[in-house]
């Protein structure tokens, strides 16, 4: 049998141990009495079992069960560290640089100035790097009646919900990573059973509720499910990261030809002036000729100017991302008090990427809703239930209903939480009206809930799914009390009548089925399936007896998906004793195949779901949660597009599109796409698209021509925008067809066209396709926002995922980028932080780049008064504290810190945040400003300080054109004028900016004095040799007159030529407009009046708060 365990192994030496533990179980305890005692104890077990060994060994041997969930320990962390760290383009570029420093013939700096900021980013990204033995088990038995057992599974996939599982042996599947799923078969005395995910205990699970229980080991180490789930982070990576790649790419090309210019400077000059001076300054050994000399000094250079790559740029980048995404983590604002979750930054790698984004794609249920459950209303038999009444005969709201509220007391087991208005659903049940028994009873029994009852008549429902615990509440209330069940049998207590149903097979519910079936036989011995499941499914499977029936439901639910209820139908079937026997041979071999298991059962279900006669339909609530509406129409007014993915009925969907505001009663039209073949699809969109009748090819959201190329056959058609607000509806179904070859550029089309898109009836990979499908063609950013598993394909697809810790574990949570509680926080998230973390980046990086040429260039200048001989300007430890202390900490200042508006008018004036869309603040062209500037800064900090030392005295008469005074004019100047620069950007100062900014330069002075002191200089003269530099230069007037011009011609005389250059347009003139309008006649007393003040608050009430 392909990939499945066929051998035998011995499992000698097994030790059945106690462990914390609850369980739901399938065998009986008593099944197991061949193997174990009824009390646990610990004792040496042999037995010969058909067992999965994932070595195929026999005997005693097994694998072992050590496992490391740690990258790093105590011996392995240097090496192991050093070695990912080099893996970076730009820290290997300084090691081979270190390397070439050590070479006498071409270095001109020592090497400490390349070796100490090395290792201090090293060493900062190291302490980063450096800031759990289980097994899979198959449960056995349990201390509880019929082994019954809990487990939570919360580190698995966060579901804190405790779910149920069975007792059972082995034989079965090789090891994967599919936590839901598991396929043996137990062999003994010559009877075959049949396992499944429900008997096996995961590694991390946590049992409860359960004194002791026996289990037999079934993956270890790396073989259990935990661990070959535990691969590789895939690594999203941001725009700002693609660019900053590009440049540094740039910049390199651009100092190779730089080196090269110098290089053949060198050669020139050697060949016409150098020769001149070979009598007292002779060529080395092993230069032989002015060519070998010029390829020396490329070398040299190349050392000298390295700094044009900044080596501190990616570890300061992290820093950066690592104290933003802390903001985030901090952020009360952000905390959901009723569940005590904070908001959380799980990746500290996109938080500007937050900044930029377009287009958001989010889940409905739990994400949009509440995702709590209320049973609401219900169709029996044709005959709807749950709206109120009153005397007048008018329909009144359930909100205004509170006297119409049933009393459920006569109901000993009743959930007192259950609220209804519907009296006569009451009196239904109450005459005995056998639909609604039956109706009720189908609920009661097709579920998986379990039930615990501590106290004696208070029963808490522990139910995988909020529907489910829903329904069976309900149906509790209403006198079908499910009480307890055990593998074998279901316990309902009918209108005060405890019957037991005997449990004869569960038909599963998953994605694709989109229902769920029991089978049980009745005290009076009658086989009965009872089904629940989506109303398309529901549908096709029915008698055609029902339907007259089914249509007159159908309208009943689609009355409730207008009121934005999720709906359910619900159906039974009796068969036949000898039908169900033979069905049961079929569903017994399919259960114990290991291959394409799940397929097989799916055809056995098909044949016994079938025929089947509709009870009715349920209809449950779920509320919008808080601040949705608002946070839409605050993210659109922010030009970001936002699409629903549902896997919710059609009408549903759409009622809550305009209940959020993704859909607007004045919209020109709302499409629906209900197509089912791709030409149809096809038809459907082009014929929106033509209503749409785009009246610009200007201020559109258009598709990305670049990515487009691909596809020009295809793609054809120019950017559109309409002419009106639009909003595009699209199932399941059709949206198979419209993800088909070139389909799907249509679909896109219309859809990026539309103010909302609402797609329904969707599966999980459909969500992740539309995602892609964006993600393809669109050159924006993407986010996915979601609460449930179904919704971890999506998260992961986009740019950037957010999971909501909803009702339906934390799985979601637990893949995504960015978690919080409620979807009112996204626009805190991207408005606020998203915004603050982009705009706080670009100026970082605008200022990185600027610094580091302006201090590289000046090498470049000099060049040419020094025969291109790699002469060095500055001092060889201002060269090296340069980046590492001079202008680190400006520029973590502005950073961190700095904000253009605080976050209330974040929030108030959402058009803010259109610059990030746009990648306005840094791209390209901003690059090639940060190097012209550069440029033009070098030539100010070399030229000037020359001129102002050439000839020049002091006031004693001595001279200070030496090579000293004019390095440390130089770099005193550098440091004022990037000082400037940095001031100049910051638009939010605190203590602790103004703390980093002005404090660097007293460090820098502190620094200068200790440096070129005449001790240090005397004790190490080979490291220290400006003796009395300072103290010298900075005492004359007209070295600090040159650092004032030198600082207003570089920074502020380049601000201005800048503004000169690229005017913004301000309000006055927007003011002298208004005042030429109210002169029109009747528009003054308007303006008097102070309307116009009042409809500003009405439009921005923070305004009025601020």
């Known amino acids: 049998m392909e990939n499945v365990y066929n051998k035998k192994a011995w499992i000698s030496e097994f030790f059945c141990t106690r462990i914390n533990l609850s369980f739901h179980s399938i065998f009986p305890q008593t099944f197991l009495s061949p193997f174990i005692d009824s009390a646990p104890k610990e004792v040496p077990w042999r037995a010969t079992l058909p067992f999965l060994n994932s070595l195929g060994l026999t005997g005693p041997q097994g694998k072992n069960n050590t496992i490391k969930t740690s990258k790093y320990n105590a011996f392995n962390f240097l090496p192991l560290n050093l070695f990912e760290q080099f893996q970076r383009l730009a820290n290997a570029y300084f090691l081979i640089l270190l390397f070439l420093q050590l070479i006498p013939q071409i270095s001109s700096l020592p090497w400490y100035t390349t070796v100490i900021p090395l290792v201090v980013v090293l060493s900062i990204t190291g302490v980063k790097d450096a800031i759990d033995d289980m097994a899979d088990m198959l449960l056995l038995s349990s201390s509880e009646p019929y082994s019954l057992a809990y487990v939570e599974t919360a580190d698995l996939d966060g579901a804190k919900i405790l779910l149920h599982f069975s007792a059972g042996e082995v034989s079965c599947e090789l090891p994967n990573n599919k936590l839901h799923r598991f396929t043996g078969i137990l062999s003994y005395k010559g009877k075959d059973y049949f396992l499944d995910h429900d008997k096996l205990l995961l590694r991390g699970c946590v049992i409860r509720n359960t004194d002791w229980c026996y289990g037999l080991v079934i993956y270890t180490g790396p073989d259990t499910k935990l661990m070959q789930n535990s691969g590789k982070y895939t690594f999203k990576q941001t725009h700002v990261d693609r660019l900053m790649n590009i440049l540094v790419l740039w910049i390199f090309l651009f100092l190779i030809v730089m080196c090269l210019m110098l290089a053949i400077g060198h050669g020139i000059w050697e060949n016409k002036i150098g020769y001149y001076f070979q009598i007292f300054l002779p060529w080395e050994n092993y230069v032989s000729s002015s060519f070998v000399s010029s390829l020396f000094i490329f070398w040299s250079y190349f050392i000298v100017l390295n700094t044009m790559v900044p080596i501190s740029l990616y570890v300061s980048v992290e820093l950066i991302r690592l104290g933003n995404s802390y903001y985030i983590n901090w952020d009360q604002k952000m905390f959901y008090a009723p569940k005590n979750t904070p908001a959380q930054a799980r990746t500290t790698t996109l938080n500007e990427e937050l900044g930029q984004v377009k287009y958001v794609f989010s889940d409905k249920t739990g994400t949009l809703t509440q995702n709590i459950m209320i049973f609401h209303k219900c169709s029996i038999n044709g005959t709807l239930y749950g709206d109120v009444i009153d005397k007048t005969g008018e329909k009144v709201a359930v909100s205004e209903v509170s006297e119409y509220k049933i009393d459920f007391a006569y109901n000993k087991l009743a959930d007192p939480k259950f609220s209804f208005y519907d009296k006569t659903l009451v009196e239904a049940v109450t005459k005995g009206d056998p639909w609604v028994h039956l109706f009720f009873l189908s609920l009661s029994l097709c579920h998986t809930v379990m039930s615990e009852e501590k106290v004696e008549g208070e029963l808490v429902y522990q139910a995988q799914s909020p529907d489910e615990g829903a329904l069976v509440t309900a149906a509790r209330n209403f006198g079908f009390v499910f009480r307890s069940r055990t593998s074998e049998t279901i316990t309902v207590v009918e209108m005060g009548e405890t019957r037991v149903y005997q449990l004869l097979a569960i038909l599963d519910f998953n994605n694709v089925r989109k229902r769920m079936s029991v089978i049980v036989r009745t005290p009076e011995n009658r086989v009965m399936l009872f089904c629940k499941g989506a109303d398309t499914i529901i549908c096709e499977l029915l008698h055609p007896a029902c339907i007259s029936l089914c249509d007159v439901t159908l309208e009943h639910l689609d009355d409730f998906a207008s009121e934005g209820l999720r709906t359910l139908m619900v159906a039974y079937r009796e068969l036949d004793n000898k039908f169900f026997r033979t069905w049961s041979v079929k569903h017994g071999e399919a259960c114990l195949s290991l291959d394409n298991r799940e397929k097989k059962l799916s055809i056995v279900y098909e044949e016994v779901e079938k025929d089947l006669m509709l009870l009715g339909a349920t209809a449950i609530e779920d509320k919008l949660q808080d601040g949705v509406p608002e946070t839409v129409m605050t993210l659109s007014k922010a030009k970001i597009k936002i699409w629903v993915l549902t896997g919710d009925k059609q009408e549903t969907a759409v009622n809550i599109a305009y209940s959020c505001n993704i859909f607007e009663d004045e919209m020109d039209e709302v499409f629906t796409v209900k197509g089912k073949d791709s030409e149809t699809v096809r038809q459907e969109l082009r014929k929106a698209r033509s209503k749409m009748k785009p009246d610009s090819l200007l201020d559109s959201d258009p598709v990305n021509i670049f990515l487009a190329k691909k596809h020009k056959a295809l793609f054809t058609m120019p950017e559109e925008v309409p002419n009106g607000s639009y909003g595009l509806v699209i199932n399941g179904y059709s949206l198979a067809h419209a993800l088909e070859g070139d389909v799907e550029l249509e679909l896109l089309r219309v859809a990026c066209m539309c103010k909302g898109v609402i797609c329904c009836r969707m599966t999980p990979l459909q969500k992740a396709q539309v995602v892609e499908l964006v993600k393809r063609y669109k050159k924006v950013v993407t986010l996915a926002i979601g609460d449930g598993a179904n919704d971890v394909s999506m998260i992961k697809a986009a740019h950037i995922g957010v999971g909501i810790s909803g009702q339906e574990g934390m799985q979601a949570m637990l893949n995504s980028d960015f978690a919080f509680s409620q979807f009112y926080y996204l626009q805190r998230l991207i408005l606020v932080h998203g915004r603050w973390s982009y705009n706080r980046m670009c100026k970082f990086l605008s200022y990185f780049f600027y610094k580091n040429f302006a201090f590289t260039l000046v090498h470049f200048w000099y060049a040419f008064f020094n025969g291109f001989s790699a002469q060095t300007v500055y001092d060889n430890w201002f060269i090296t504290c340069y980046n590492l202390i001079y202008t680190s900490l400006p520029v ?101 900016s103004h703390f980093f900014i002005w404090g660097s330069l007293g460090i820098y002075f502190c620094l200068l004095f200790l440096l070129y002191s005449d001790g240090l200089c005397q004790m190490f003269p080979n490291v220290f040799q400006f003796p009395g530099v300072a103290r010298n230069t900075l005492n004359q007037p007209q070295m600090w007159l040159s650092i004032v011009l030198i600082v207003v011609l570089s920074s502020l005389a380049f601000a201005l030529c800048m503004n000169t250059l690229s005017p913004v347009r301000r309000r006055p003139g927007l003011r002298r407009s208004a005042y030429a309008f109210s002169h029109q006649h009747g528009f003054g007393a308007l303006i008097t009046s102070g309307k116009t003040v009042n409809q500003l608050l009405l439009f921005f009430p923070c305004v009025h708060a601020i």
């Open 892 to 992: 973590l200042g502005m950073s961190l810190f700095d904000q253009d508006v605080n976050d209330t008018w974040s929030l108030c004036f959402p058009e803010l945040y259109e610059p990030g869309q746009l990648n306005l603040y840094f791209n390209k062209k901003e690059f090639m400003k940060c190097l012209i500037h550069g440029i033009y800064s070098s030539l100010v900090l070399f030229f000037i300080p020359m001129g102002a030392v050439y000839n020049s005295e002091r006031s004693d008469g001595k001279e200070i054109s030496d090579y000293q005074s004019f390095s440390l004019i130089v770099q005193t100047s550098l440091i004022w004028v990037v000082t400037t620069q940095i001031a100049l950007k910051i638009t939010y100062w605190t203590v602790i």
